[in-house]
């Protein structure tokens, strides 16, 4: 029998749980999951009642993998508690922004970077799932074609903003369908029915952009070991419960055959070809949510740039965008005798 591991997740909002979830339906070697949170209570998750208990430094005493799904920021569970979880012996793999171009953390999608995790320090970060979602379909290709540049809007779900903002998407259709007055706490403008060109902070470092833009671009340079590639994205966040989509234009150092890009992508680990135009064929969000692989299709020849490419890309950004990227990681490091 291998080893197994005692496991904990800390947050149990829409990622948290769905790790929890993703870690049974993997069979990821564990002897037990413990569930943290800013409080005590008691959470039903895949079919099995966990007890949540209030997150602290000594809740990670015998933890092997501590996954990390809480909110971000200063007062947030990472920077609170995941350093110490790594002091406690605990290796951490944490979904938030954090640390993620933390020189001491890699950055990792074990599809694309898995090589990131040799010497790590006992903390680790899983990308944004835009970038996650982007990278899956880009870096097969990059492989054969060096990428020059990416040109990326996206089209995210609600279930992005955590389970606070997908109540109030629902909410908003239920209130637009009564005739009343729509309320908002989550977004700065109605979502419902709408589409918002604005995710995250205004970035002091890249003028005018938000940070998920910011995120894509420095993110993909991190994680391709190519800090020449030149990104800019426009994020904007859909009514779409879950599942986010992307535009992508990407551009090579030479033009690259579209059969071959299709062959390409059809053989990459984690990626599924939907590209039958002809017959309207293409993936969409809620066809691919709840699906472990990033869909493509859409690719075609741009026409007004050389050597580039357009394609149309789909992931589910709780599991391959989070959480289940999370214990892919986790799986990768015990197969690489990392731990
Ligand atoms: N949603 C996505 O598509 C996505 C994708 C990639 C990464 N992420 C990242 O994953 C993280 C979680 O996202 P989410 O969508 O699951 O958010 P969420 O639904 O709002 O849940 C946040 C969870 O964090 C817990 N928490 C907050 N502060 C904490 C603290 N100081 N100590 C311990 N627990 C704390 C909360 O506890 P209580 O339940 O007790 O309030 C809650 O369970 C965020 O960092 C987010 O940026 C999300």
Sequence with gaps: MGRKFNVAVVGAGLVGKKMVEVLIEREFPFNKIKVLAT??????????????EKTTVEGFDGIDFAFFAGTEGEKGASQEFGWKAVEKGAIVIDNGGDFRMHPDVPLVIPEVNSHHLKNHKGFI???????????????????????????????QAVSGTGSKAVEELDRQVHQYVKKEQLTKDVYPHTICFNVIPHIGNLSEQ?????????????????????????????????????????????????????????????????????????????????????????????????????????????????????????VQIAETMIRMNLI
């Design 125 to 155: 970060a899983n990308p944004n799932c835009s970038t996650i979602i982007m990278l899956m379909a880009l870096a097969p290709l990059h492989k054969r074609y060096r990428i020059k540049r990416i040109i990326a809007s996206t089209y």
């Design 206 to 326: 890249f003028p005018g952009y938000y940070s998920e833009e910011v995120k894509m671009i420095l993110e993909t340079r991190k994680i391709l070991d190519c800090p020449e590639i030149l990104v800019s994205a426009t994020c904007v966040r859909v009514p779409v419960f879950n599942g986010h989509s992307e535009a992508i234009t990407v551009q090579f150092d030479s033009q690259p055959d579209v059969d071959e890009c299709r062959k390409i992508l059809s053989a990459a680990e984690g990626v599924k070809l939907v590209d039958q135009p002809e017959n309207a064929v293409y993936p969409c969000p809620i066809d691919v949510s709840g699906s472990d692989d990033v869909f493509v299709g859409r690719i075609r020849k741009n026409s007004a740039m050389e050597n580039a490419l357009d394609m149309w890309v789909v992931g589910d950004n709780i599991k391959k965008g989070a959480a289940q990227n999370a």
């Design 39 to 52: 409080r005590e209570r008691e959470e039903h998750i895949a079919g099995r009642i966990f007890k949540v």
